[in-house]
């Protein structure tokens, strides 16, 4: 079993940053991809961004050049730098975890960007 928990979100005016953290524990291994997506109110889930074990990374093209993804692979923990915010980056946003057999997920954080 894989257990997943978010932390640091919060309300940020725009232009501000965030940084949420994922601490990973129970069956980890460095080698699977970890990552985080978001979910506004009223609408589906969406990829954010991806992170693989060597450090390749992968954005959504709405956060790109805004957000970086991190990890510790000592730490079990995946990173998620935030800049430039927007109103419309309001979400909760969700840690996952990627094995051969299935995904993870953790129960989220939110984050809310208003003046």
């Known amino acids: 079993q894989v257990q997943l928990v978010e932390s640091g979100g919060g309300l940020v005016q725009p232009g501000g940053s965030l940084r949420l953290s994922c601490a990973a524990s129970g069956s980890i291994f460095s080698i699977n991809a970890m990552g985080w997506a978001r979910q506004a109110p009223g609408k589906q889930r969406e990829f954010v961004a991806a992170i693989t074990s060597s450090g390749t990374t992968t954005y959504a093209d709405s956060v790109k050049g805004r957000f970086t993804i991190s990890r510790d692979n000592a730490k079990n923990t995946v990173y998620l730098q935030m800049n430039s915010l927007k109103p419309e980056d309001t979400a909760d946003y969700y840690c996952?975890?990627?094995?051969?057999?299935?995904?993870?997920w953790g129960k989220g954080t939110l984050v809310t960007v208003s003046s």
């Open positions: 996952n975890y990627r094995t051969s057999a299935m995904t993870y």
